[in-house]
């Protein structure tokens, strides 16, 4: 073990920060730190809009529903970009620019937009958390992505992805048991269904112990009922129209 290890088993959500703002310095640094993360073929097929106007901090608050959307130290909003590839196609030959946008339509690019943002994210948060700062991940502000790529004034190609706040924590929330390893672990092949399952129930008695136990918010609850829940109540159905109306993952 070691402190950065210890940095990231210790992660935990920050939904309540100090009335303190991040410095530029703080903040530059944890932008450098998402930069050095790995990107595919060199793309860095992200961009990350820092907002500070109070009035947006308090629209994208309204379209989130989270009150730590507004109260934080600083907003992060992580876009998938793939408008500055798009644009170097002005200095390509006529069949070269047919070929740039074809491939940036694609599947395949519009992946490679999320997993750019998502590492670049993650680099974030352990450098902020790491600062002694706290950060929670926001994808409700895809509950009107049309209205956040407005908000945002998104050109074509640029999807707004998810947000991060960050900031002082003002308390410590307990460390959320995880799935077990040999759940998300798998050795050479997929495993069984019945051996996921078996692991699977026993996790919902961990859980269901965790939220009894805990501090505030207690509830009976489980993992399997939390996924019931959530994937027998469709939600965010109009990310698909929104995302190729923008020119991605359309092919």
């Given at each position: 073990m070691n402190e950065t290890i210890d940095t990231i088993l210790s992660?935990?959500?920050?939904?309540?920060?100090?009335?303190?703002?991040?410095?530029?310095?703080?903040?530059?640094?944890i932008v450098r730190s998402a930069q050095q993360a790995s990107t595919s073929s060199f793309v860095m097929a992200y961009t990350i809009i820092g907002i500070t106007d109070d009035s947006k901090k308090?629209?994208?608050?309204?379209?989130?529903?989270?009150?730590?959307?507004?109260?934080?130290g600083h907003l992060f909003v992580f876009c998938g970009d793939l408008h500055r590839a798009h644009q170097l196609r002005n200095k390509a030959d006529k069949e070269q620019q047919e070929l740039i946008t074809e491939t940036i339509e694609s599947t395949e690019q519009f992946i490679v937009t999320v997993i750019d943002g998502a590492l670049a994210a993650q680099n974030a948060v352990l450098a902020a958390e790491s600062m002694g700062l706290g950060a929670c991940f926001l994808g409700s502000l895809r509950n009107d992505i049309n209205k956040?790529?407005?908000?945002?004034?998104?050109?074509?190609?640029?999807?707004p992805l998810f947000?991060?706040?960050?900031?002082?924590?003002?308390?410590?929330?307990?460390?959320?048991p995880r799935l077990p390893i040999e759940t998300v672990?798998?050795?050479?092949s997929y495993m069984e269904d019945e051996e996921q399952e078996?692991?699977?129930?026993?996790?919902?008695?961990?859980?269901?112990?965790?939220?009894?136990?805990?501090?505030?918010?207690?509830?009976?609850?489980?993992?399997?009922?939390?996924?019931?829940?959530?994937?027998?109540?469709?939600?965010?159905m109009d990310v698909s129209a929104f995302v190729k109306s923008k020119g991605l993952n359309k092919r």
């Open positions: 992660h935990r959500s920050i939904r309540k920060f100090k009335d303190e703002k991040l410095t530029k310095e703080q903040i530059h640094t308090q629209a994208l608050m309204e379209i989130s529903g989270q009150p730590y959307v507004k109260d934080n956040v790529s407005d908000l945002l004034q998104l050109p074509n190609h640029v999807v947000g991060v706040a960050v900031g002082y924590p003002d308390h410590q929330p307990e460390l959320k672990y798998h050795e050479n078996e692991l699977i129930n026993e996790f919902d008695l961990t859980l269901k112990k965790y939220y009894d136990s805990r501090s505030t918010n207690t509830r009976i609850d489980t993992w399997t009922e939390q996924m019931i829940r959530k994937y027998s109540n469709p939600q965010r």
